[in-house]
Structures are given as C-alpha cells and as structure tokens.
C-alpha cells in the first residue's frame, strides 16, 4: 500500500467519523429538545394536579359547609317542632283543665245533641278526644288527625 492509498483510506475513514459525529450531534440535540419538551409537559401536569388538588379541597370544604348547613337546620326544625309539640300538648293539658271546670259548674247540663254551639261542639271534642289521649300516655305531643277532622266537620254542621 501506498502512501497515497493510506491517506486516501485515513480521510474516508474521517469522512464517516465526521458524518457519524453530526448525526449523533443531531440526534443527541433532538434528545436533548425531546428532554425540554417532557420537563415543560411535567411541569404543566405537576401544575394541573396542584389545580386538581386545590379544587378538590374547596369541593370538599363546600360540601363540609352544606353538611353543617344541613345539620343546624335539621336541629333548628326539630327544636322549632319540639316547641310547637310541647305548645299544643300544654294548650291540650290547658283546655283539658279549662274544660273539667267548666264541666264541674256545668254537671246539670245535658251533653249536645248536634244542635249546639261551636264552642260547646269544641269542648265536647276537646274532652272526649283530650282524655283519650291523656290516658294513652305515649301519644301526649303527637297530633290526633282524627280529633281534628272531627274538628272540622263540628265547624261545618
């Protein structure tokens, strides 16, 4: 082999050094952008979770609130219904009173025959329906559907 031969040889031989170096520099910069690009779309995910996590928390904290909401207003009707009981059994307990005397002054008269007046139809119901219930003992608070339909139908003779 000639000298020329080997330097022809050596120079392709650095000719496709060169070649493969850019290609590998090309490659090695796109992996390098391809690196840029998966840390940008990181980042933008890591910010999206953060955003996620944030609503979820105020979500949660809402509902916290409606739950609390909720509960105060169911243990506001329950007090409200609680008193409102407790009123109409002291008005039963005071018209029951009210009625036994009027039934003591009253023992000569007679019971009404459906021709009385509306109050006198009232404490006839008010009586027959209050002893009753007083003597059922569990039902003192709870309202009589029947009582008042009878009531009701007193009101429109």
């Not at 890591?46 to 609130?65: I, Q």
């Not at 009625?99 to 404490?123: F, Q, R, T, Y």
Request: glycine share 4%; proline share 0%; net charge negative.
């Amino acid at each position: 082999m000639t000298n020329q031969e080997t330097i022809t040889k050596l120079n392709e031989a650095l000719n496709t050094l060169i070649k493969a170096y850019e290609e590998l520099q090309n490659e090695n910069t796109l992996l390098e952008q391809n690196i840029k690009d998966l840390e940008e779309d990181k980042k933008n995910l890591e910010a999206k979770v953060k955003n996620l996590e944030d609503t979820k928390r105020n979500l949660e904290d809402n509902v916290n609130e409606l739950n609390d909401s909720t509960e105060k207003q169911n243990n506001n009707i329950n007090s409200m219904l609680g008193k409102i009981e407790s009123l109409l059994g002291n008005k039963k307990s005071d018209s029951l009173s009210n009625i036994n005397l009027k039934d003591k002054k009253n023992n000569s008269s007679s019971s009404n025959s459906g021709g009385g007046s509306l109050s006198e139809i009232l404490e006839e119901e008010l009586e027959n329906s209050s002893s009753a219930e007083f003597s059922e003992g569990s039902n003192d608070n709870k309202i009589d559907l029947n009582r008042m339909a009878s009531l009701l139908n007193g009101f429109n003779n």
